[in-house]
């Protein structure tokens, strides 16, 4: 069975802390993607990555950096945590037909 | 930019009854595929249309695509309290970006 896994399903950080998501996927799937999910305005994509050490920037990269060093791994990381980046995140794996989808991770920054 | 845009926003129908949500995107495409979200989890794949095919079923859910029009609709007939959730639409955009809508809520009363 395929499968994204998501490290937290809820965590609650401080604002200006340095946050990691972190998503692992068993597909060998080349393209992994970092979504923020939020009322009304669906997801929203925030960076992919087509290869190991390769990656794109979406339509809402600012204040998000993200790290591919192993094909299974792609890691989001806020630089600054802000309040306006509380919000549900989820990692996606293509497998070109079909993306896989982790849990979610909904973050809180207080 | 938003490249899969859902109409209506939210639905509300009774058990049994038919359920049609529409997909409007920017530019060409190979394939467009549906996803659908239970409350505060990550996506599930629903089906995937190419380009070249205009409908396509899967049980009790039916795709149609009109590449002319750039819209793609989802119906799911007899709807059960179970299909409750969000539907999405996504595209593939400059190859290896896969973006997505802002979502149809469905919600089935029994």
């Known amino acids: 069975d395929v499968k994204v896994t998501q490290s937290s399903r809820y965590l609650v950080k401080r604002t200006g802390e340095k946050v990691f998501l972190e998503c692992v996927q068993d597909m060998d799937h080349e393209n992994m993607f970092w979504y923020r999910q939020d009322p009304g305005l669906g997801l929203r994509l925030i960076y992919f990555s087509y290869d190991v050490k390769m990656k794109e920037k979406g339509d809402i990269p600012e204040g998000y950096s993200v790290s591919r060093e192993k094909k299974e791994r792609f890691s989001l990381i806020l630089e600054s945590a802000s309040t306006n980046q509380t919000s549900m995140y989820l990692c996606?794996?293509?497998?070109?037909?079909?993306?896989?989808f982790g849990q979610g991770t909904r973050l809180t920054v207080v | 930019s938003q490249q899969g845009e859902e109409d209506p926003q939210a639905l509300s129908i009774q058990e049994g009854e038919n359920a049609t949500m529409n997909c409007s995107y920017k530019?060409?495409?190979?394939?467009l595929q549906w996803y659908r979200q239970n409350s505060g989890r990550g996506l599930v794949h629903l089906i995937l249309i190419r380009s070249n095919e205009r409908e396509k079923h899967s049980g009790r859910l039916r795709v149609t695509l009109d590449t002319s029009k750039k819209s793609s609709s989802l119906l799911i007939t007899a709807s059960r309290a179970a299909d409750t959730a969000s539907y999405f639409c996504a595209t593939w955009e400059y190859g290896n970006k896969l973006v997505f809508g802002a979502g149809t809520i469905l919600r089935v009363k029994s």
């Open positions: 996606a794996s293509d497998g070109r037909n079909e993306a896989f």
């Open positions: 530019t060409s495409i190979n394939n």
